[in-house]
């Protein structure tokens, strides 16, 4: 059984960093796809970040120069390094893998506010 766990979502005020991180259990043979979404409430889920091989990435255009993503292959982990926050990042975010079908965490809640 595969499961997902985010972890590192929180209130922080705009302009502040939080790192996001996802851990995959169970014994899955690739981790080629990963990364994060976030659905903000009234809104639906969109794309925030992407991982493929060979380590290839993917933004959302309202989070270029702000956000990273990042693996850790020995440990299956995926990272979303958040700087800058802004409002308008606030929503939960979703860890998701993507091998023959899509997994997702449970969420974590991003809050940017003063």
């Known amino acids: 059984q595969v499961r997902l766990l985010e972890s590192g979502g929180g209130l922080v005020q705009p302009g502040g960093s939080l790192r996001l991180s996802c851990a995959v259990f169970g014994s899955v043979q690739s981790l080629d796809d990963m990364g994060w979404y976030r659905q903000a409430p009234g809104e639906s889920r969109e794309l925030v970040a992407r991982?493929?091989?060979?380590?290839?990435?993917d933004y959302a255009d309202s989070v270029k120069g702000r956000f990273t993503i990042s693996r850790d292959d020995a440990r299956k982990l995926v990272f979303l390094q958040m700087n800058s926050l802004k409002p308008d990042d606030t929503a939960v975010y979703y860890c998701?893998?993507?091998?023959?079908?899509?997994?997702w965490g449970q969420g974590t809640q991003v809050t940017v506010s003063s």
């Open positions: 991982i493929t091989r060979p380590d290839h990435t």
């Open positions: 998701y893998l993507k091998w023959s079908r899509y997994y």
